[in-house]
């Protein structure tokens, strides 16, 4: 107790004497230094010259290792042992960053913040040996648990009839080379209205198989009642959908599908052509909608047989739906919106180590659009969403199966 006492008295006195600025860090370097030496003493099962039955070994020194923390970097001794090894749980192999600024370093990362903007940030919170990439690379790592469980996490709860599909693309390194590699996200409305992002993945381009692969993880996880899927006309793409979701209608996003007219038509006759078809969702009533559609088709059929073909094409998949969906429906924007977001937290970064990391980053992005849309007012008011549940209905009281008909006149 005696020695204890003093040690104390020894300790106080060096914290008076220290620098203001340096009493936090030498708390911290003395408490981490005590409880490092309690659970190596109990792992020895004796303490330093104590001889007890349950001694394992014997120290043999110590060794220093730098810990950075929030007040500053400090020094501890880590115990070597005659046989065997020692390293405090408190601390992490490999690493030098403390659990708070482990934290912090993690969200500068998803938020865009480059390797050498979180050296500069990690220094600003005192740590003045600073931080490499590779030590980043390792802390970002420790998103994977997290982001595992929301791309394995089940989408049993609910339904989700409207889908929405798209990709982009980023720089990652593969090997000794440097490709474009793809990421693509799918979202979903659910029949109460409310919006979800369902799934991520990265892959090498947007194949049928790699397509086809990631909506085949989708199903597997649990999606059903997908009645519209809205995405562009990539034919990989569109192919995987038809095999996927067989009986769902496919909706080219309105964007792409106007992108698609205007390159069907010469320069000078976009203004006109463009005019035309914006008219179509100018009337309030789905009838006269379908009749305006038929008419603006019948009308560029002798000018335009290229437009004529497209909106042909793509009638019945942009009017089966409720007219005040239409808006929420008719164009990828929404998830395009979030592959901004996910390319300017990119840009900082603008090549990737692996694709593990791109996608690390992207679905972090993901998640917290995720977690800010399951707070906010639903994406189709629940009036409108009774609208297509009649659509839906419908849709499968026409695809029964009819009953055979029985009668007297039957014979055995």
Not at 158 to 186: E, I, M
Request: aromatic fraction near 8%; hydrophobic fraction near 40%; charged fraction near 25%.
């Amino acid at each position: 107790m005696t020695h204890d006492h003093s040690a104390l008295l020894a300790q106080l006195d060096a914290l008076k004497s220290a620098d203001s600025t340096n009493v936090f860090a030498e708390l911290i370097r003395t408490g981490l230094q005590a409880l490092i030496e309690a659970e190596a003493t109990d792992e020895l099962g004796a303490g330093r010259y104590e001889r007890t039955e349950q001694r394992t070994t014997h120290r043999n020194g110590h060794r220093t290792k730098t810990v950075s923390t929030t007040s500053g970097d400090v020094d501890v001794k880590i115990p070597k042992l005659r046989s065997g090894s020692f390293f405090p749980s408190l601390l992490e192999r490999r690493r030098r960053i403390d659990k708070a600024l482990y934290a912090v370093v993690m969200e500068a990362y998803v938020h865009g913040v480059s390797t050498r903007s979180v050296d500069d940030l990690v220094g600003a919170l005192g740590v003045d040996s600073g931080i490499s990439k590779s030590e980043v690379s390792r802390i970002c790592a420790g998103l994977d648990t997290e982001i595992a469980r929301f791309r394995e996490r089940t989408l049993t709860h609910t339904s989700f009839p409207y889908v929405f599909l798209d990709a982009t693309f980023c720089k990652v390194r593969v090997g000794a080379h440097v490709v474009s590699q793809a990421l693509v996200v799918a979202t979903g409305v659910s029949i109460d209205g409310s919006r979800e992002v369902l799934g991520t993945a990265v892959g090498d381009s947007e194949s049928f198989e790699f397509w086809r692969e990631f909506l085949t993880s989708v199903k597997a996880r649990g999606l059903s009642g997908v009645h519209l899927v809205i995405s562009d006309a990539h034919s990989g793409l569109k192919a995987a959908v038809m095999q996927q979701f067989a009986g769902s209608s496919w909706q080219r996003c309105r964007v792409h599908f106007m992108r698609n007219i205007r390159a069907a038509v010469t320069s000078k006759h976009v203004p006109p052509v463009m005019a035309a078809v914006k008219t179509i969702f100018a009337h309030p009533d789905p009838v006269e909608v379908a009749a305006q559609w038929d008419q603006v088709t019948d009308t560029f059929s002798g000018s335009f047989p290229k437009v004529a073909a497209l909106m042909e094409a793509a009638k019945h998949d942009v009017l089966a739906f409720p007219k005040a969906h239409w808006q929420k429906i008719w164009s990828n924007n929404p998830i395009e919106r979030l592959n901004k977001e996910i390319k300017r937290r990119a840009d900082v970064v603008e090549i990737f180590p692996n694709p593990a990391a791109f996608l690390r980053l992207a679905t972090a992005v993901v998640i917290e659009q995720h977690d800010e849309w399951q707070v906010t007012r639903r994406y189709v008011s629940d009036v409108s969403m009774d609208e297509l549940r009649a659509v839906i209905a419908a849709k499968e009281h026409a695809t029964e199966p009819a009953l055979p008909l029985t009668g007297s006149n039957e014979t055995a």
